[in-house]
């Protein structure tokens, strides 16, 4: 039974940083993508980056390029956000999602994911 359990939430200023992590747990072999997705309310829930666990191949969404980086631990069961120059627009529920397949990192709807978190909640003022 695969776990992800985020953390690092907060809020911040405009102009701050955060950095979230998701560990993921409970699963026999190595996870092939894990990534973040967000949703504000009464928005759609989009794809803000993810890696490929294997290559490290990374994806970003144009609204977070630049600012926000996704990195793995050595071990690959953790996935790190870092978040700088935070903006009002990204206040959101941010989720980690993660699937055996690194071909699932094309996919965009969080639904495709077989793994998900419960998700952590940034807030920028």
């Known amino acids: 039974h695969v776990q992800l359990v985020e953390s690092g939430g907060g809020s911040v200023q405009a102009g701050g940083s955060l950095t979230l992590s998701c560990v993921a747990s409970?699963?026999?072999?190595?996870?092939?993508?894990m990534g973040w997705f967000r949703q504000a309310p009464g928005k759609e829930r989009e794809r803000i980056a993810n890696?490929?666990?294997?290559?490290?191949?990374?994806y970003y969404a144009d609204s977070v390029k630049g600012r926000f980086t996704i990195s793995q631990d050595t071990t690959k069961t953790t996935i790190y956000l870092r978040m700088v120059e935070l903006r009002p627009e990204d206040s959101a529920m941010y989720y980690c999602?993660?699937?055996?397949?690194?071909?699932?990192?094309?996919?965009?709807?969080?639904?495709?994911?077989?793994?998900r978190g419960q998700g952590t909640q940034v807030t920028v003022s």
């Open positions: 409970g699963y026999r072999n190595a996870l092939g993508c």
């Open positions: 999602a993660a699937d055996d397949r690194w071909e699932n990192c094309f996919q965009r709807e969080y639904q495709a994911y077989r793994y």
């Open positions: 890696i490929a666990t294997g290559g490290g191949r990374t």
